[in-house]
């Protein structure tokens, strides 16, 4: 019916908005559109009707719950066919327009809930036929004044909501349905879309009803068609739908579209506006497809930048997530050994103190090693009290049954002892952080070598924290020996003499009272207490926790390749593959829209 010489120049550019709508990129860049706007009862369906040429939910109240977007493709080798779809996967085919009504309702009571709510979220219904014109539409609800009963009271804000949230965008054609028999300018519809394009440049008005309208007040529509009440620069289009008489007599939409160009001809008043091209449905068709292409090829030059943005962001993402794993079970085998290999060959780097990860894994022990060696440090002041302590009240608090001036070397030896294993706890807690931060940095390689793959991850993971539990096992039990061994208060004779000479200078030759040397003797055999441990724990530490551990880590990955089940242990995340391959039909999407672009 709506046959037009421009068809074959229109879809091109309307095909391109709506993939671009499907790929989801509206979603960043307002896409050219034309939004259906009117105030309850003005005929918005019945206009929507007319040009879909099926019958859409009707009825008393808000009927439109959800924006709908009505894609209309003429294709003379299609009799009828529909595609509704809606939130992430649905979709439905079907071939009978009978059927429009029932499946709107049913994707208006999943996305809106049964009832009177409405809410934002979008229906497609693409109808393709012989007959229809090319044109993409979004019905959006009809404006309530007040809220009926079950609907929340603030409905009537809801709406509004969604309408300017359609209807704010630059890109966003307002087509405002206002019947002729009503002051038009206290339509709420015309005064949002006044609000939001003040100039009116991008806002068209259908006048419905004209078969309505009380005898005499014709000479007032035609000046508002004429534009000279409310100017619009795109000015206005009168359409006569079916009135509910004639629906309830079932009164076809073709027929009524017939009717429509019989009234206007034999309309004393409206005739004119034949020629003028501002009456009937099929006018209106062939203004919005003329407006909506003009609309894209206005935006296209940012519609296309976008896209490439896009493209890009999307193409880094998938080199990101990597091919997957071959399917050929040779080739996945040698991919698996190369996974784990490579995994391994890590792990050793870090082990050998190589920088392969942001944080150097040996920078933070060097650390925490200082930390360790300013606590035995620290540790000194306190000893060197307690020795001077003991030996200023010798004779009052230790003396046994040696003769005045001669004191018991047990009594030192046992100072020595006890203050040497408080230094055990601070060792542990050494052993404990260096532990945590090497797990840490271990867990860190298994989770980007095995990102995609959730089974090695898990395997990794579980034996990473099962070698560390052992391995700080062993340590622990080293520095309980090392500790145990301590209490024997032993060091060579020749370096004894070496770091008292070096140490004791001070004390010497003051006094010949043998007893006034021990503070300075004791210090010293200190001293060569904290260079033993200062070295012998972070030696340990490392050589087990790290060197030991990273070694015992490999071995256990490469056991994995004993097994024969490749298949399982590659087990792809689900979600990756689904990300994978939704990222690839996106990229495929926006490779296709800036195709189409660049050959338009
Ligand atoms: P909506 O609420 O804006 O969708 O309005 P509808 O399309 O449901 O129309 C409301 C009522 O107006 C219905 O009873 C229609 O039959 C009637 N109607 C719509 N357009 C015309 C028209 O051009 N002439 C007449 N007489 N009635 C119409
Ligand atoms: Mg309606």
Redesign the pocket.
């Known amino acids: 019916m709506f046959q037009d010489q421009l068809a074959e120049k229109v879809r091109p550019f309307i095909d391109l908005v709506d993939d671009m709508r499907s790929i989801g990129i509206d979603k960043e860049l307002p896409l050219p559109t034309i939004a259906v706007v009117?105030?309850?009862?003005?005929?918005?369906?019945?206009?929507l009707e007319s040009l879909s040429e099926v019958a859409l939910p009707?009825g008393t109240g808000i009927?439109t719950r959800c924006p709908l977007l009505l894609q209309l493709c003429n294709d003379k080798a299609v009799k009828w066919k529909a595609v509704i779809s809606y939130g992430e996967k649905f979709r439905h085919e079907f071939d009978k327009p009978s059927e429009v009504v029932r499946l709107v309702e049913q994707a208006q009571n999943v996305l809106a809930g049964k009832g009177v709510g409405i809410c934002e979220d979008l229906i497609t219904l693409k109808i393709t036929s012989s007959t229809v014109c090319d044109l993409s539409l979004i019905d959006l609800p009809?404006i309530a004044r007040v809220a009926v009963k079950g609907q929340p009271d603030d409905i009537g804000a809801q709406i509004k909501n969604l309408i300017t949230k359609f209807i704010k965008n630059k890109t966003t054609i307002i087509l405002v349905?206002v019947p002729c028999n009503v002051d038009i300018a206290t339509t709420e519809a015309l005064k949002m879309a006044q609000e939001m394009d003040p100039e009116g440049t991008r806002t068209l008005a259908i006048l419905?009803?004209?078969?309505?309208i009380d005898q005499g007040a014709e000479k007032n529509v035609l000046e508002i068609v004429h534009n000279r009440v409310i100017f619009l620069n795109m000015g206005y289009v009168i359409?006569?739908?079916?009135?509910?008489k004639q629906?309830d007599e079932n009164m076809s939409i073709t027929r009524a579209i017939e009717e429509e160009l019989e009234f206007f001809r034999n309309h004393k008043h409206f005739r004119s506006l034949l020629r003028e091209e501002k009456a009937t449905t099929k006018c209106l068709a062939t203004k919005l497809s003329n407006a909506l292409v003009k609309q894209i090829k206005k935006y296209l030059p940012q519609m296309s930048e976008k896209i490439k943005e896009r493209l890009g962001e999307v193409k880094h993402l998938l080199s990101k997530l990597e091919g997957g794993p071959p399917l050929e079970p040779a080739e996945k085998r040698k991919y698996l050994i190369q996974v784990i290999t490579d995994f391994n060959e890590q792990i050793t780097q870090l082990s050998k103190g190589d920088i392969i990860v942001e944080e150097n894994l040996f920078v933070l022990m060097r650390k925490e090693f200082t930390v360790w060696m300013k606590c035995l440090e620290n540790a000194k002041s306190n000893y060197h009290k307690v020795v001077h302590q003991v030996v200023d009240e010798y004779d009052q608090k230790h003396r046994g049954s040696e003769l005045p001036g001669f004191s018991n070397y047990r009594v030192f030896q046992h100072v020595v002892q006890k203050l040497v294993a408080e230094l055990k706890r601070p060792s542990m807690t050494t052993l404990q952080t260096i532990r945590d931060m090497v797990q840490k940095q271990f867990d860190h390689l298994s989770k980007e070598n095995f990102k995609n793959y959730p089974y090695l991850q898990m395997v990794s993971k579980k034996n990473i924290e099962t070698i560390q539990e052992q391995q700080s096992n062993i340590v622990k039990a080293r520095i309980v020996e090392q500790f145990e061994m301590e209490m024997q208060v032993y060091t060579q004779d020749e370096i004894f003499n070496k770091i008292f000479q070096e140490e004791g200078e001070i004390a010497e030759g003051k006094d010949h009272d043998t007893r006034s040397k021990y503070p300075g003797l004791l210090k010293s055999y200190y001293e060569i207490v904290v260079q033993r441990l200062a070295d012998q724990v972070p030696m340990m530490i490392c050589y087990f926790i790290l060197k030991e551990s990273a070694k015992i880590v490999c071995s256990e990955m490469l056991d994995l390749l004993h097994r024969d089940d490749a298949d399982n242990i590659l087990q792809e995340d689900s979600e990756i593959g689904e990300y994978r391959a939704k990222l690839q039909a996106q990229a495929d999407r926006l490779l296709l829209a800036n195709d189409k672009i660049s050959s338009l």
């Not at 009117?38 to 206009?47: A, F, I, M, P």
């Open positions: 009117g105030d309850q009862s003005s005929g918005k369906s019945s206009v009707r009927v009809g349905v419905t009803k004209p078969d309505l359409v006569k739908c079916r009135g509910q629906i």
